[in-house]
């Protein structure tokens, strides 16, 4: 089923060099390279595709946006398979996950034929006004132009190839143009295939949607410095994201990145629930903490407690939780390899103690389990680093006071969590104005690891958690990513947008 080869408006196209992918298992296959040349031809075509995409109705958006989750469910033997292949994800959590894909995709067309999203707006005329009359004034949220996606290493499909990036981008009106992960190429080229076949059977314009593949940094760094490319989806981590920030940045016409680079996802366990619960929060924790090998960006990594014996005993209990969880095969042999020297740089902190340690080697990971002192965490910002993977670190404060200095220290974070009983109410109250200034979601009582698909999530932070704290990457507000408001002053009814006739 698979070319090994970029579609390209509607053609599949293939390039002079190629790569290997690395699956757990199953034969390796070969894919094209992409080069700037194919980003050049894809990024042209999403532009002139865009003088009627861009002007469609929302009901054909939302016809097309349905056809491409048909296209995935037809083909969701194929891509289970070659995705545990690839990846080494278990089947339950690819079809879990490609539920959760086309789940958005349909979301986003209802989203668009609700029509909330594009905040009508108008302020009819006053010409009797004193001093001076009022003009009519109508506003509309419009689409942006050609977008620029990257797909993600830990989520082959619902934060790749037809991810939420895609499908918000798409329901917007801008045509897509996405970077494949090198890590499961065979399953981001049937996904594409999907798309291709959705185009057909709705008769959008192909050059609505490209995808190309790449193992290198040039595909991207062509991207996002392409002039037609108008907005940049990414997830992956701070150093890529960041470096590619900085190209959007240096650009004549600098351009958003709505990159999404990972956190630590802190847990603050009040004294009363650690007295309480502390052992039932310790087993909770350890299981969001090792789901997926720990490859997930809301991976809470840290837990902060007051010292003492129900610090002591929380320890206990979440390393009798850890101690029977085996190796688990990570997605790359570089995720693998970062996280062992990630486990390494927190060992090396001084004062740093490993309460649970084992070997990690190849594309496996065992869980790590280290504690710390308050005053240490606040003596090194190297514990505040994100380590992908199943590996946690306990901060045991003094007190109240330095667990509030802990919370102040944290950088942005994609979420932040309270775990609270009644008596925890005050120190919670204090806590609060800190945690939301930190974080894109809070919790009360629960784990940070499964992102709900709807219209009130916020998926993103300050940074480095996301690069935009006023965007989010999950549910139906994502779309604003990628619409600019417009205003119409005096437009007769035939030159205003269909959306604001009447409005």
Known sequence: MLTGNHLIAGEWVSGDTTFENAPVSGAPARFSVGTAAHVDAAVRAAEEAFWSYGYSTRAERAAFLNAIADEIEARGAALTQIGTAETGLPEARLNGERGRTTGQLRLFAQHILDGAYLDRRHDAALPDRQPL???????????????????ASNFPLAFSTAGGDTASALAAGCPVVVKGHPAHPGTGEIVAQAIDAAIKATGVDPGVFSFIQSDGIEVGQALVRHPLIRAVGFTGSLRAG?????????????????????????????PKALSERGAQVAEGWVGSLTMGAGQFCTNPGIAVVIDGPDADAFVDAAV?????????????????AAYRKGRERVAAVKGVREILTSTCDLRNATPYLFEATGTEWLADEILGEEVFGPLGVVIRVSDEAEMIAVAKSLHGQLTCTLHLDAGDGELGRRLMPILERKAGRVLANGYPTGVEVCDAMVHGGPYPASTNFGATSVGTMAIRRFLRPVCYQNLPDGLLPEDLVGA
Do not use: H, Y
């Open 133 to 151: 009359p009022r003009p009519d004034i109508r506003m509309i949220q419009r689409p942006v132009g050609p977008v620029a996606v990257f797909g």
């Open 242 to 270: 960041r470096a590619l920030f900085d190209l959007c940045v240096q650009r004549e016409d600098p351009i958003p990145f709505f990159g999404e680079l990972g956190s630590v996802n802190p847990m603050f366990l009040l």
């Open 320 to 336: 009798k939780a850890l101690e029977p969880i085996g190796a688990q095969t990570m997605l790359t042999d570089g995720i693998a």
